[in-house]
């Protein structure tokens, strides 16, 4: 099956580093994306990897490695406007579908 | 604005009738994808279509279904409504038939069904 698991919460303080990982199985994979979104309104992309390594855009950091199945979002500097879902999801098979995980609620707190 | 309009944005309907959500997609967009997000569940991809075809098909269910226009914009028609229905629901455009840089979304329509 094809199966997508990322913590369900987590909290962090104003300022801080925080780590939110995501682990995957599925039938192939083409690519791993994270996509952020508040509460009640759409996902928004945030990064996109493809080969193994880490992928830095600002206060925002992705890392893959394909063989352990495994990424991680790093998000430094925290703000309280990152308070918000971080949603995994896998590009799989030869249709190149998306997979998401349920996605990890972070409450940033002052 | 992410240039993918949803309408409407808020839909409140009882059980057993029919509803159809617009989706407009971002300018030069072929491809229009089809979620349904509720609590429990994430972000369930429905359908997709490109270029007016539908190109992918995910677990939609046979009470609903969807077409793409040849202005490219999409419906998506829920009939026979249930109670478990109730979601907010996403359309989401990218340029081509297959994903590279991810979607666009629009800011979905939340439906509850009563």
């Known amino acids: 099956g094809q199966n997508i698991d990322q913590p369900t919460e987590m909290t962090a303080t104003e300022g801080a580093i925080v780590q939110i990982n995501c682990t995957y199985q599925?039938?192939?994979?083409?690519?791993l994306f994270w996509y952020q979104q508040h509460a009640g309104e759409a996902p928004t992309f945030l990064s996109y990897?493809?080969l193994d390594g880490l992928e830095e855009k600002g206060r925002f950091s992705s890392f893959l490695s394909r063989s352990k199945g495994y990424s991680y979002l790093l998000l430094k500097e925290l703000q309280m406007k990152d308070s918000a879902s971080y949603l995994c999801a896998v590009e799989a098979g030869n249709n190149r579908k998306l997979i998401w995980g349920l996605g990890t609620s972070l409450a940033v707190n002052p | 604005d992410s240039g993918v309009t949803q309408t409407p944005k808020h839909l409140i309907t009882a059980t057993g009738q029919r509803v159809t959500l617009r989706c407009s997609p971002r300018?030069?967009?072929?491809?229009v994808y089809w979620y349904q997000q509720s609590l429990d569940q994430g972000l369930q991809f429905l359908i997709q279509y490109y270029n007016g075809e539908e190109r992918a098909k995910g677990n939609i269910l046979e009470r609903f279904s969807a077409q793409q226009f040849p202005d490219l914009h999409s419906e998506l028609n829920l009939s026979s409504l249930e109670l478990g229905d109730s979601a907010l629901y996403f359309c989401?455009?990218?340029?081509?038939?297959?994903?590279?840089?991810?979607?666009?979304f629009g800011s979905g329509t939340r439906l509850t069904v009563v």
């Open positions: 300018s030069g967009d072929l491809s």
């Open positions: 990897n493809v």
């Open positions: 989401a455009s990218s340029p081509g038939p297959d994903l590279v840089y991810g979607y666009t």
């Open positions: 599925t039938s192939g994979f083409n690519g």
